[in-house]
């Protein structure tokens, strides 16, 4: 009887195995459910039909069973309570959420693509949940969680190995308690049974040795985590805080299960709903949550979120007077962590950002990388396409506020790993919280020290920080109540309901105006301005952190500077092409490079590139920062030293600068202060700072000249003097030169250096084959140089130590002069004679270069030369016409005594070196390389045997150019009217000139006259050597005249030079009346004789 019995229970129990085997689909492993529409039979069960027989949908069906058998204080009965739970097992059965999901969600890309998961459906859909956008799909996910067991993460193993013996046995039941683990009373009715298949045996011990019908909710995780919590956490008291703590920070170890992942996660997403679902967090905060009314407007019986909690703790913390409990301070950090170690973790953000988790971040894991690459896309170098959402921006911006990982940079998980090494190394001195470790990190970004992870997850967090001035806890601390009163900042330092306030981004650049202004500095506090510089320095190592620049140009970075990443380079490039942005962007910059041009550390590129030679040649400029732009101008001024030009990156940083400074005079901020009112008066139609230049030192050039008193202040004319220097230290300070002469500079100078003034020189040699406009550019240049020799940079940094030795009390304007005086001494360096030389030369050319020769003769050109310049074009030099007409008169002793005087020193300097005639080296070219080659010829060389060769060679006949020929001769009619022009003849008669002659005024052949008497007195006698040169001159004289009277014109050329054209102009006269006297007294006598003949 008793094998009977168990005969027909076996054949019962196979029965409906087959059943369940032909009629059910396929869950996770081997789990079986019925295939077609899903629905729930509750007929029989009157409990349940009574409540909810006018539903249909099976959700709606299962929701309103489960509610009806935990409010009902009778039990349902079991095979109706095992319908339930079969339905409820569905729930987590992957066609079933397909057949669920596939309509509603079928727009929401994440979750189609865990409908066809591996494993379990319903994980990847309740992890990715928060993305989804679609009303319906939510509410449907919304219902499929609700109802889902409480515990399926632990318990999927006990449902596939026992799901055909609880079918067997209806031993499907519903737990009377939903905080109760969902599956306690099914493993009871299980537990009554005597044959269960092996795996469910297997499955039911397992969870009796983790305790499961005492197991609590908020212990899941330890169960879930069994395994894992010997292999990571074997010292830790199992189920304890400390325990959980140390599963959280091995979650991402390769080795931990996929199940305590999981649980982990879900688990840690409670507590983001629900700060209450931290036992931690409550046990340590609780006094401080209620002391500072962190629940306010929230009743006892609602989920209060963490962020609310975090934001209030954390606004508490910044406060001076209050303090939190040291504990409480713990466990906010271990919250903060969280956050920022798991994107899913924030549902907003979830939301807000899945499409761009999608498009940009897909396939990278969680632990903060996934956080880290929306980051890096919200910066404006990744073109528009990649770019996040303004909306997913504004979700990480809030996160970045919740988690707070400027106040300490451990709380991100990629910051703390890519730095870990960095922080050992460079600020193992600085002690950790209230930004100083972030802090530090910033001072280091772009040294040998940093890393590129380092750097890069720093760029990442500073992007979000930067746009938020509350987030430096350094610089609000300092600042918070001047923003307040200066800025119109909220004094709140956060406010749960509001992350941002649509003013935050604004407060840095409100603070940093007062800070940079000295009208301003004084009304906010030192300790502000402080902060504010070091803020501000920091952050100029990229636009990213820069918001009231990147804002504007968030376009213009993208179409114009994209390639450039590196430090600093992406503000170098927006001033670089500053013509070529928009209006908005072009003021930011604008605005932004004229306060970087007074404070070094703004400038990045150059205070990381020189920093060896600041320290090193500006040393005094740094200590001393009595001017701000002080250590700039000296390395300007050390620009070509060679500590500065083997460092290229340094060079090319200054040279950046200089270019940059170009654009605008607003760039140099001692200029700006300096000229800024004359700008505005004198040149209100100049738009780069090359042209104002221009406009202004032409007015200080007019007012040199005319012996005015000066229009432009001191100030205005120093700084107009050391923006000129610079420009001629290199032709590409000078973008309207180098545009005129470019290609005479591919030309002439193809191989030459720009720097140096190496270039400007170059075409200053090739003068005569320069293009037009070319002239035109390098005569305006020579004229700012001799007008005011300071600016002369190849005159002054060649000749500096003469300068030194010789001229160190003279006005830098007049150097040259000084230099040109004594530029014949023996220890004379020669490097600066050929410079004294050449710019004689150039001198010579036009008498606009002869500020001298302006001042003594402007009478003289107006009345003798003034159509040459009224016809001749004013923009170019004038070949030395005016100069050759000047001498023409000086001649014919026509001149005043003061333009004489400086007419004479010109001839006399020329006497010894012929090169500093133009004309006369241009026509007798031949007869100098030929007749009167001198051995060892240079440029410097001035004993004037060269001028005394061609003299000899006109008086022997052997010159052929008549040009030539006649232009010796005017040299040696020029010498006649002083001695002082004729050096060799002066040099020769000094002692004579002295004895005899001493009283007689210059000018006019009066000293020679002098000579020439003393030579014929028998009385007197005259220097051998005087008597010598004086006789060769006379004959010169007399050769000269007898070849010039050709004809009467000439005669009277002659006679109109002569010294003693008075005696001829009478003898003349006489002879004229002596003949018309006679000829009237002739006349009468002949009309008598006619008249007595005809009579």
Known sequence: MLTNVVILKLLWILTAYLISNTECAQLPGDLKRPKGRYTLDLSGCGLFEQQCAQLEDDLAI????????????????????????????????????????????????????????????IDCVLKKKASVKNRSCWRMINKIESMIFNDWQIIDSFLKACNDDIQAYTCGRIPPDFRSLSQSQTLKCLETKETLKPECNTEITALKELKYSTLQMDKIVFVACNLDHKTFCPDEVPGSWLMYKCLVRHKYENAMTKRCQDQLFYDQRNMVMNYKASKGLVRSCKEDIRKYHCRKGVVDDKDVRLAQILLCLENVSRTDTNRLAPECSAEMIDHRKMLLDDYRLSPELMHECANDITALCRGIEAGGKTLHCLMDHARPRKRKEKRISLACHKSLQALVQEADPGEDWRVDPILRKACKPVVDRACQEVTGGNGRVMSCLMEKLGTAVMSSDCEAAIMQIQYFISRDFKLDPQLYKACKYDAVMQCKATLKWADASEHQSEKDPVILPCLYNFAYDPDLRDKIKPACVQQVRRVMRQRAVSVDLLPEIEDYCIDDLTNLCIGYTGKGEEIACLQRKIKDLSAKCKEAVTNFTETQSGHIELNTVVSTNCRVPIERLCSSELKTKKEEDDVLECLISHKNDPEIKSNVKCKAAIDHEQLISLRNYRFTRKFKNACKSYVLRYCPKAQTKIQVVTCLSEIVRNDTINRRKHTIFKECRQQLRSQLFQQKESIDLDPELKEACKTDLQEYCPNVVHAESAALECLQTATGKLSDSCRKAIFVVRKQEFTDNAVDYHLINTCNNMI?????????????????????????????????????????????????????????????????????????????KVLDCLT????????????????????????????????????????????????????????????????????????????????????????????????????????????????????????????????????????????????????????????????????????????????????????????????????????????????
Request: aromatic share 6%; net charge negative.
């Open 888 to 1095: 023409e008169k000086f001649r014919q002793s026509k001149l005043t005594s003061g333009c004489e005087n400086e007419l004479t020193n010109i001839l006399k300097e020329q006497a010894l070196n012929y090169r500093l005639n133009p004309l006369l080296s241009k026509l007798c070219n031949a007869e100098i390389q030929t007749i009167c080659a001198v051995p060892n010829d240079s440029i410097t060389k001035s004993d004037g045997q060269v001028e005394e060769c061609l003299k000899s060679a006109l008086v022997n006949n052997k010159i052929v150019s008549a040009a030539c020929a006649h232009e010796v001769a005017q040299i040696i009619e020029d010498r006649k009217v002083d001695i002082n022009a004729d050096p060799l003849l002066e040099r020769a008669c000094t002692f004579d000139l002295l004895k005899y002659c001493k009283d007689l005024e210059h000018g006019d052949g009066r000293r020679l006259k002098c000579l020439k008497i003393i030579l014929n007195d028998d009385s007197r006698k005259l220097e051998d050597e005087c008597k010598k040169e004086l006789t060769n001159r006379l004959e010169m004289y007399k050769h000269v005249s007898a070849a010039r009277l050709e004809n009467l014109g000439d005669v009277l050329n002659e006679m109109s030079s002569s010294p003693a054209k008075k005696y001829f102009l009478v003898i003349g006269i006489s002879t004229v009346g002596l003949i018309f006297i006679f000829g009237l007294y002739c006349g009468r006598m002949t009309r008598r004789a006619m008249y007595v003949k005809k009579k």
């Open 62 to 121: 299962l929701s309103c069973a489960l509610t009806t058998a935990r409010n009902n204080k009778t039990q349902a009965l079991s095979t109706c309570q095992h319908q339930v739970w079969s339905h409820q097992s569905e729930l987590i059965d992957n066609t079933y959420i397909n057949y669920k999901l596939k309509q509603p969600c079928q727009d929401e890309l994440l979750i189609m693509d865990c409908l066809n998961p591996p494993e379990v459906a």
């Open 804 to 880: 030194d030795l010789y001229c160190h009390n003279t006005d830098p304007a007049n150097i040259f002069e000084c230099l040109k005086a004594h530029h014949d001494k023996p220890d004379f360096a020669e490097s600066c004679k050929v410079v004294i030389v050449n710019r004689m030369i150039e001198q010579n050319t036009d008498y606009r270069f002869n500020i001298n020769l302006q001042k003594n003769c402007d009478m003289d050109i107006k009345k003798h030369c003034s159509s040459i310049v009224e016809n001749e074009p004013q923009d170019i030099e004038l070949q030395g």
